[in-house]
């Protein structure tokens, strides 16, 4: 069964340092991933998607993902980190037509 | 076009009591999915509907259900509301409802039962 497992539920960075935050997926199959992100009292907006069309997927805001199937990986990174990033991110698979997420990872960024 | 939109954005119930949410797609979308976030299970998958039809379903008890109606508007329901059913509700649209497709999501229905 596709499913997320993401590393660590807390990451704190300083604002202008290198954002990371870890997806790993298991699958069969090539899957189709996603990053969201979740500022408070807000729904979910899409930061970026992979759908085989390109390993190294941009996204909005400066975030970027790159799909690994050797490491079964697609980690999520920022050059530098703005206060405005601070958020909960999830990485989600898509199975049998229905999003699978991760657990989160709340970033916190500071000064 | 407009975003995903729902209704009501807060509501307070008393336990043994049902609610209705509603949530309205983005214009020219047929399929809406519906999820439950809550501090301790985190996202949930509920269900999906297409064409008015429920076309696939989590692991949820039949106290949670839905329907679709012929303009794409989703409405959930939840009877004999439980304290445990406290959750951020969240729907979701796409245009078919296909794992290549993004699911854009709403601004999510907070509910709090005491």
């Known amino acids: 069964a596709q499913s997320v497992t993401q590393l660590g539920s807390h990451v704190s960075v300083s604002e202008g340092a290198l954002v990371l935050l870890r997806c790993n997926y298991s699958s069969s199959v090539p899957p189709y991933l996603f990053w969201y992100v979740q500022y408070p009292n807000q729904g979910l907006q899409l930061l970026l998607k992979y759908t085989s069309a390109a390993t190294l997927v941009k996204g909005i805001n400066g975030f970027e993902a790159e799909f690994k199937k050797s490491e079964t990986s697609f980690h999520l990174t920022k050059p530098s980190a703005h206060m405005s990033d601070a958020a909960e991110y999830f990485c989600?698979?898509?199975?049998?037509?229905?999003?699978?997420f991760g657990t989160g990872t709340r970033l916190q960024v500071f000064p | 076009k407009a975003g995903v939109t729902q209704t009501p954005r807060y509501l307070i119930k008393t336990r043994g009591q049902q609610v209705t949410l509603s949530c309205s797609p983005i214009s020219g979308h047929r399929s809406v999915s519906w999820y439950q976030q809550t501090p301790g299970q985190g996202l949930q998958f509920l269900f999906e509907?297409?064409?008015?039809?429920?076309?696939n379903k989590g692991n949820f008890p039949g106290r949670f259900s839905g329907r679709q109606f012929s303009n794409s508007r989703s409405e959930m329901n939840v009877s004999t509301l439980e304290l445990g059913d406290s959750a951020l509700y969240l729907c979701a649209s796409s245009p078919q409802g296909r794992n290549q497709e993004t699911q854009y999501f709403g601004p999510g229905t907070r509910l709090l039962v005491l």
């Open positions: 509907y297409f064409s008015e039809t429920q076309r």
């Open positions: 989600a698979v898509m199975r049998a037509d229905k999003l699978i």
